[in-house]
């Protein structure tokens, strides 16, 4: 799988999440095998996630950088998933949580379409 493969993936994921109302996600690519990957969904309930992800392709998927950041449209940080390598102590080092009160939790490593499934727990059933 090559960058581009992987950003087409990544916009099947986005666009079968009904929870998605809107996205503007931006594909960079630095090399075939070799992208970044930005952006804002506007999802139900009045929230957003901002994605962010730094990818190699070849010989497997590699992200080697990632940060979700689910927040209200009043800016408010409800959860966010990381994998920046600043918490050793988090079982799960380098990938952690942040909730929304900046407490640090452990969390498996994380991709766009498991923090599209990661978010529901946070989307009210009125929504």
């Not at 994921?13 to 095998?33: C, G, K």
């Not at 969904?41 to 010989?59: F, N, Q």
């Not at 998927?61 to 927040?71: E, F, G, N, S």
Request: a negative charge; glycine letters at 4%.
């Amino acid at each position: 799988m090559n960058a581009r493969d992987y950003s087409l993936g990544v916009q099947a994921a986005i666009h079968a999440a009904p929870h998605v109302l809107r996205s503007e996600v931006r594909f960079d690519e630095i090399d075939v095998n070799e992208c970044y990957i930005r952006g804002v969904l506007t999802l139900a309930g009045d929230l957003e996630l901002h994605i962010a992800e730094y990818i190699v392709t070849d010989p497997d998927i590699r992200r080697l950088k990632y940060r979700y950041h689910l927040q209200t449209t009043g800016n408010k940080l409800v959860s966010r998933w990381d994998n920046v390598p600043h918490h050793p102590h988090i079982p799960t080092f380098p990938d952690h949580r942040h909730d929304e009160y900046n407490g640090i939790h452990p969390a498996p490593a994380m991709d766009i379409p498991g923090v599209l499934m990661a978010v529901l727990q946070f989307i009210s059933p009125d929504s």
